[in-house]
C-alpha cells in the first residue's frame, strides 16, 4: 500500500495513480449480486441482444464503484471521500480494460477542511472516456 | 404533428414527494460481497479487527455501497426484475426500456460501519424529457438521504435513470 497522501502534496494538473480494471463475466455476476442489480444484459447475452446490444455489458454503477475504489486507494486511511459522481455515456464490456483516471482541477480550503476537486472517468484502451465526472475528497493536512 | 407529452401532470406531481423510509440495515457480508465485487484491497472493508485498528467501529461502507437494493417479496420489482427501492411509482408512464444515467454519491463525514442501522428517505427529484440517440426518453433523477440512528444525514444517493 502506498503512504498517506496530504493536501501539501498535490497541486492542480496532477493526474492521480490509475487504476486498471478488466471484468471477467464472473465480476459482473458478482457485481449483480453484491448491488441487487439483477438486469439480465449484464450476464445473459441473448437478453443483450435482445436488447441491440453487441453482448453483455458492464453495469454502470460498478464503473461507479470502480472510481470511488480509485480515490479510496488514493487518499488511503486518513482521508474521505465527500462526494463523487459520474454519468454513464459510453458502454463497457468483459474482457477490455476500464482505465480509471483522475485530474485535480482545484484545491481548496473549506470550514476548516483541505478539499480537493477533480475530474474522473473511466476510459477504453482507445481513450474514449465512457463514464466522466467529478469528484471532492478531503486530505489530512501536515498542518 | 404534435407527438403526445411523455409526462402528464399526473407523473409532475410526484417530484418531490418522499416515499416511506426504508431501513438499510449495514451488514458485514454484504460489504465484503461488495468489495469482494469492485475488487477492493484494503482490509479496512473486509477484517474487523483491521478496520478498528484504524479507528473504524467495524468494517466500513466502500463508495457507492448504499445503492443497492432491498428486496422483500411483498414489495414490486422494476421492469428488469430489480427490486423497487424509490416508490412512488411513477403513474401512467409507459416507456419500457431503462438505462443507468449516472450516480453520484455524497458523505457528510460521518463513518459508516456494519451493525449500523440507516434510514432511507428517498424521492423523484425531477422529470425532464428528452430526444437523443433512443428516440424520445424520460430522465428521471432520484434523490435518497440516509439517516443514522441518531437522526444526521450520513449519506446522499442521486441517480439518473433513462427511460426509453
Partial sequence: MADQIYFEDVNVGDEIPKLVKNCTTQQLVMWAAGSGDMYQIHYDKDIAAGNGLPGVIVHGALKNAFLGQMLHDWIRDEGQIKKYNCQYRGMDVPGQDIICRGVITAKRQENGKSLVDLDIWTEKPDGEKTSPGKATVILPSRG | ?164
Fill in chain 2, 1 to 164: 404533428m404534435t407527438e403526445e407529452a411523455i409526462i402528464t401532470d399526473e407523473m409532475r406531481a410526484v417530484i418531490g414527494k418522499e416515499a416511506e423510509p426504508l431501513t438499510v440495515e449495514v451488514d458485514k457480508t454484504a460489504i465484503r460481497w461488495f468489495a469482494r465485487a469492485v475488487g477492493h484491497t484494503d482490509l479496512v472493508f473486509y477484517d474487523e479487527a483491521y478496520a478498528k485498528s484504524k479507528g473504524h467501529r467495524s468494517i466500513i461502507c466502500p463508495p457507492g455501497f448504499l445503492g443497492h437494493a432491498i428486496h422483500t417479496p411483498d414489495k414490486p420489482t422494476n421492469i428488469v426484475g430489480n427490486s423497487v427501492k424509490r416508490p412512488p411509482a411513477i403513474p401512467g408512464l409507459k416507456l419500457m426500456r431503462l438505462l443507468n444515467g449516472g450516480t453520484e454519491f455524497e458523505y457528510y463525514g460521518e463513518d459508516i460501519c456494519a451493525g449500523d442501522t440507516l434510514k432511507s428517505v428517498s424521492k423523484i427529484a425531477d422529470l425532464r424529457e428528452r430526444t437523443g440517440g433512443l428516440g424520445r426518453m424520460l430522465i428521471l433523477t432520484t434523490e435518497s438521504n440516509f439517516f443514522n440512528a441518531e437522526g444526521k444525514l450520513v449519506a446522499t444517493e442521486r441517480g439518473t435513470g433513462i427511460m426509453y
